[in-house]
């Protein structure tokens, strides 16, 4: 039997949003919750209970960040709080139904997790803030290797039950990878077989099906296949996602299932694909488990990255009006993006990275080549050391919010992270080496400026041994030793040396 942290943050100044909470909604038109997960908001307009705990690096505690009011944001500030100066990782996301069928860290399945004994990472607590009517929360920012998962749940639908789900996501923030989703998998953590699966997925993954254009799109994940319509190849109805905000719906009873979506911050939903089950064997009827997970496939395929807010999951197959009265509430929330930068650098500059780490602190971050490392440097050096600790701030190339750091003495060369380590590498102008080469700058730990990685937020830009990586405050790594991580990844951003 899991249980919540002893202590909670309680309730503070107001923060309700508007009546009839998606899940009241749910309910009256006879199609109840029976999962609610949202970190940025209660999904029950009487909900004053956890959205989530959060867990510190500092000493391991947790505490339960509730609701401003019932119905209401989630106090963000309760988690600042708690979190100053340390970092904190999503442990639980609760459950708001009622049916304790809460989100911890997954399991290893038939993919192992990159943290011990084979779990997923948990989620950085501040690495998707944003703003509810202008209130401040935090969402669930899941980079590769990141996955919660219930085996032991209540009411979910199994067989070929009908349910319904939704979530809303960063429409920005994806991959190509298998699998972001969010609803009903296998309770074994490995692929049991066609249809033993029914859940929201997000990405451009094309090994399945797909969309018009080049993604990303909403799909649904049936197990061994990602459907965007009763084909297993291309839906031209299903479109490819701009939304920075998106509502993402996936419905399914027997022989009908439905896909539907729109703009979380505007508008109505459409419907994507509406009819008949895939023709494919295995998916009429369906043999749904009933176990919930968030950013993995059902076998624990984690090599997906994407954005939670909040999402459900229903008994019985709602109607599509009810949908449209859901999707309503969740514009009324008005989610809204705010800074990623309690520390933000000026764009343009010419900056050096000093190290403030006691007995390191004549060091800067420089480069050898390709490897990015600190080197001692004072105003007498050779100029040509000079210029490998020298960087200009770039505007993020995978963020506009965050920040690049390019290379004086190498014109088009940035600060990546590849497998944790910093190089030096040529833009290649992918996805893949914009993100990687993106950081955001928040209040040092310590003293200054901490650096973390944009697109693994629970990383933080560190010297080890001499050598720079982004690493995490305890971990599987040996740069991600606890001992000494506030000072390591604080340092001062100050003038450059060239």
């Not at 505490?63 to 970092?87: E, H, M, R, Y």
């Not at 700058?441 to 990383?459: D, F």
Request: hydrophobic residues 30%; contains cysteine.
């Amino acid at each position: 039997m899991r249980s919540r942290s002893n202590f909670a943050l309680g309730l503070a100044a107001t923060g309700s949003l508007v009546a009839a909470a998606p899940c009241d909604l749910y309910k009256n038109g006879g199609t109840p919750c029976v999962a609610a997960h949202g970190t940025t908001r209660a999904l029950y307009d009487a909900y004053t209970g956890p959205l989530y705990q959060v867990k510190r690096g500092s000493d391991g505690s947790t505490t339960d960040i509730t609701p401003l009011s019932a119905g209401g944001v989630a106090n963000a500030a309760a988690q600042d709080s708690f979190c100053k100066g340390t970092t904190c990782l999503i442990s639980i996301i609760y459950d708001q139904s009622g049916r304790a069928n809460h989100l911890y860290q997954a399991p290893k399945g038939a993919f192992s997790g990159p943290d011990v004994n084979g779990q997923d990472n948990l989620a950085s607590a501040i690495g998707a803030p944003v703003t509810l009517n202008g209130k401040k929360a935090y969402g669930v920012f899941v980079s590769p290797g990141t996955g919660y998962r219930n085996d032991e749940v209540s009411g979910t639908a199994t067989g070929n039950q009908p349910e319904g789900m939704y979530a809303v996501l960063d429409g920005t923030h994806y991959n190509d990878a298998c699998c972001f989703d969010y609803g009903n998998a296998e309770v074994s953590n490995t692929d049991t077989g066609n249809g033993h699966m029914e859940a929201i997925y997000y990405g451009n993954n094309t090994v399945w099906g797909s969309g018009s254009g080049s993604g990303p799109w909403l799909m649904a994940d049936l197990e061994n296949g990602l459907f965007s319509g009763q084909g297993t190849k291309q839906n031209p109805a299903d479109p490819s996602i701009y939304n920075r905000f998106f509502t993402g719906m996936v419905k399914g009873e027997p022989n009908q299932w439905a896909l539907r979506g729109g703009n979380a911050a505007s508008g109505s939903l459409s419907t994507y694909y509406s009819g008949a089950r895939p023709t494919v064997g295995g998916y009429n009827p369906m043999s749904l488990e009933g176990a919930i997970i968030l950013g993995i496939g059902g076998d624990n395929s984690n090599g997906a990255q994407g954005t939670f807010y909040e999402g459900v999951m229903t008994s019985g197959y709602p109607s599509d009006s009810v949908e449209a009265s859901v999707q309503a509430n969740i514009v009324a929330a008005k989610y809204a993006t705010t800074s990623l930068n309690t520390a933000p650098l000026t764009v343009g500059n010419k900056v050096s990275i000093k190290v403030t780490t006691p007995g390191y602190d004549t060091r800067y971050l420089a480069h050898s080549g390709a490897t990015v490392n600190t080197q001692v440097v004072t105003s007498s050096s050779a100029t040509a050391l000079k210029q490998q600790s020298s960087w200009t701030v770039r505007t993020g190339l995978g963020n506009s919010d965050c920040y690049s750091f390019e290379s004086v003495d190498t014109p088009g060369s940035f600060i990546r992270h590849y497998n944790f380590q910093l190089q030096l590498n040529s833009n290649d102008n992918t996805k893949a080496f914009k993100e990687d080469a993106t950081f955001c700058s928040q209040t040092g730990l310590v003293t200054g400026n901490t650096i973390r990685s944009w697109s693994y937020p629970a990383k933080f830009i560190r010297h080890y041994n001499n050598v720079g990586y982004i690493a995490s405050n305890g971990g599987v790594h040996d740069f991600d030793s606890a001992t000494g991580f506030n000072n390591d990844v604080s340092f001062v951003v100050g003038t450059s040396f060239a």
